[in-house]
């Protein structure tokens, strides 16, 4: 059985091949291009795999987060509950920044001509108080279709409690035109918070004409190659999904790219016994932060594409990732007051940093590691690319040396420096802010430029131990081969958890498992390769935000409640450092986790299949470090190490997709899976 999985990045399109027969890895690059599909393609060739030998393709992808970033989706219209046409609009009524004075909300993404109210009203027990005009909306859906709408979204106010108008809705648009796609809120989700729900719909709107062309280009593409195996999609919440479901659903794939990494670094820090790790993924763009904690991926519901001041809140669950623009290809700049920036601005893939001789002659991150030595020039992916130590000289003397009246290598060490607390920061964000000691998790460090920085972004929280994982620079495509098909399910149901009979709670988690196993066995899977989570959404009466509980019991009985209660109590004062176990708790949501279980590599099979020990070291250059200038630093090529290598820094590992730096005082072994274990000096 052979699987691959691709991810496409914003400077790097990247794929890892597993064969289940050979136990053999096999890891391509190429620089993204405008053409996707046609780098998809390119990375497949690259991999000399044949694809009619491919039984699973799994791909990571941007184009539905980028759409709504870069507002170039579908022209939406939005049914709603008559009355409630300027909800997306007025939103939460907060501001982020009460004291920017220049504080603006985000444009919609629907346009008010485009919002229509419906004669209707259901009431948050699911009853009707009044029925759908069906006369009515049809009239109004035809006008909005007369003015050119390519998707249209159903969003009607209690619909998750009882969905009959939405679904009547749903089917007189199709009768209408058949080629509209169609977002209907009680199909993604069936939980309150009108604002957010509708939001969600509209996104699934928005992004859903242009991704349904994206996966129905990738499918056909993959037919002509040969490939008639099964192709899935990530979701940002951890797993992936048919690529049919994900036609209908996008709004899912938003993080599709970042999540594979995450996944990966879950796995990989199980295997080691670690049992809280930060994954840290620095590409061409952006740097990732994600944490796992007790073994488990963190998930967050109140995510907003866009960032939260300017962005759109998306009600599903998501992978709680932290981005930054500090990556390899991240522009450093000074600004009107003369302080030194880097990023959010990036050079990409084209032209990218200035060293790939490409055009650019502005300075980025990458451009400022060769100058330090990190970098081999000549070693760049392998030796495809030979960067040009000149045109980053020169980038950085004329756009940050000079301005700041700074010799070459100062500027080159600013512009490093300043990216490391930038990543830095965003580590802390994700664990200090949230109440969690950094030095009690091990750094994970990926993508292309992750293993170059990670010791300084760990040595400046106090982080001990970073790992670099086999593959670092594909290795958010390697996380994939590691996911499952999932999907989540979530009933609004408000009630103190006292007042709730166990055989009531075991009923409703019983309908939406037949609604789940129904879908998942449309997708091929059979009982034997599901699993079926249950949780509930809870919090204390009187509270608003909520914490979600895992259910172990399968069935519920009389004793049930109070052992809800307990665990409820002890993760509300994990979370918060107290609890209130006399205070009633309340449920929310009810929620349930399906998965359809695939066959997954073997860790403990991909032995590492290096050379000859005396044979690692290569070369010695002068590598600038932090507090100790140029310094002459030994060069070893990875794939020359061997199980239990030690060696003591300074020193630089080499490999064609990334390059790790061990800082002086700090030791590197091998473990016997071929990773890298950086244990850094305690000061």
């Not at 539905?64 to 909800?87: H, P, S, W, Y």
């Not at 928005?206 to 129905?216: N, T």
């Not at 930054?324 to 959010?344: F, M, N, Q, R, W």
């Not at 590691?369 to 030796?383: A, E, I």
Request: aromatic share 8%.
């Amino acid at each position: 059985m052979i699987r691959i999985a691709t991810d496409v990045g914003g400077t790097f399109t990247d794929l890892v091949a597993f064969d289940e027969e050979t136990k053999k890895l096999t890891a391509t690059k190429v620089s993204t291009s405008v053409d996707i599909i046609r780098g998809l393609i390119e990375t497949i060739e690259k991999s000399r795999l044949a694809p009619a030998s491919v039984d699973f393709f799994l791909h990571g992808s941007t184009i539905a987060i980028n759409t709504v970033i870069e507002r170039t989706g579908a022209k939406v219209g939005l049914l709603t509950t008559q009355g409630f046409e300027d909800l997306i609009e007025i939103g939460r009524g907060n501001i982020a920044n009460s004291f920017d004075l220049l504080f603006s909300t985000p444009e919609p993404l629907v346009p008010r001509i485009f919002r229509i109210g419906v004669v209707e009203r259901a009431l948050y027990t699911g009853d009707i108080r009044q029925d759908l005009d069906l006369p009515d909306a049809k009239k109004k859906i035809s006008g909005l279709l007369a003015q050119g709408v390519e998707a249209i979204a159903v969003c009607l106010l209690h619909s998750y409690a009882n969905p009959a108008h939405e679904l009547a809705l749903e089917k007189l648009i199709h009768e209408l035109d058949p080629s509209c796609f169609v977002s209907v809120s009680s199909r993604l989700l069936r939980q309150y918070r009108e604002y957010e729900r509708t939001s969600t719909a509209v996104l699934n709107a928005y992004v859903g004409p242009r991704v349904k062309v994206y996966l129905g280009s990738l499918e056909s593409h993959l037919l002509r190659s040969g490939f008639h195996g099964t192709g899935l999609i990530m979701q940002s919440n951890g797993g992936t999904m048919s690529l049919d479901v994900a036609k209908d659903q996008p709004c899912w794939t938003m993080e599709s790219g970042p999540v594979g990494g995450t996944i990966g670094a879950s796995v990989l820090a199980g295997s080691l016994r670690f049992e809280n790790a930060i994954a840290f993924d620095m590409g061409g763009t952006t740097a990732k932060v994600s944490t796992i904690q007790r073994g488990e991926v963190t998930l967050t519901d109140g995510y907003y594409i866009g960032g939260y001041e300017k962005g759109f809140p998306l009600q599903l669950p998501v992978v709680d990732i932290l981005e930054v623009g500090s990556g390899g290809g991240s522009i450093a700049y000074t600004d009107e007051t003369g302080a030194l920036k880097v990023g959010p601005l990036s050079a990409g893939a084209v032209p990218g940093p200035a060293c790939y001789k490409q055009g650019n002659t502005r300075p980025t991150v990458t451009d400022a590691d060769l100058v330090l030595g990190r970098l081999n020039p000549n070693y760049f992916l392998g030796g495809e690319i030979h960067l040009g130590l000149k045109e980053a000289e020169q980038a950085i003397e004329s756009a940050v040396a000079r301005a700041l009246h700074l010799d070459l290598t100062q500027a080159a060490h600013g512009i490093v420096k300043l990216a490391d607390t930038n990543m830095a920061n965003a580590v802390g964000v994700m664990t200090v802010e949230r109440g969690y000691d950094p030095r009690e998790f091990v750094l994970v460090a990926y993508g292309g430029a992750g293993p170059c920085h990670a010791v300084s972004v760990a040595a400046e929280l106090g982080i001990r131990k970073v790992v670099v994982p086999r593959l670092p620079g594909n290795f958010s495509a390697f996380g994939m081969l590691f996911a499952d098909v999932k999907h989540e399910y979530v009933l609004s149901y408000v009630t103190l958890l006292s007042e709730v009979e166990s055989t009531a709670l075991e009923s409703l988690f019983g309908n939406l498992e037949g609604q789940a196993l129904d879908s998942i066995k449309k997708e091929g899977f059979r009982e034997k390769n599901v699993l079926i989570k249950r949780a509930l959404e809870m919090r204390y009466a009187g509270q608003e935000f909520t914490l979600v509980i895992p259910v172990l019991d399968r069935p519920l009985h009389d004793k049930s409640r109070a052992a809800i209660k307990d665990q409820f109590d002890a993760v509300y004062d994990i979370r918060y450092g107290h609890s209130f176990p006399e205070t009633a708790g309340e449920i929310v949501s009810i929620r349930l986790e399906i998965y359809g279980l695939l066959p997954k590599p073997d860790l403990d099979c991909m032995t590492l299949d290096g050379g000859k020990g005396e044979e690692m070291f290569v070369a010695e250059r002068n590598v600038y470090f932090d507090g100790y200038g140029f310094t002459r630093c030994k060069i070893y090529r990875r794939s020359n190490l061997t199980e239990r290598d030690k060696i003591p820094g300074p020193a630089i590992i080499e490999e064609p997709a990334s390059t790790t730096v061990i800082h002086p005082g700090d030791i590197l072994t091998v473990d016997m899976m071929g990773n890298l274990i950086i244990d850094l000096k305690v000061s």
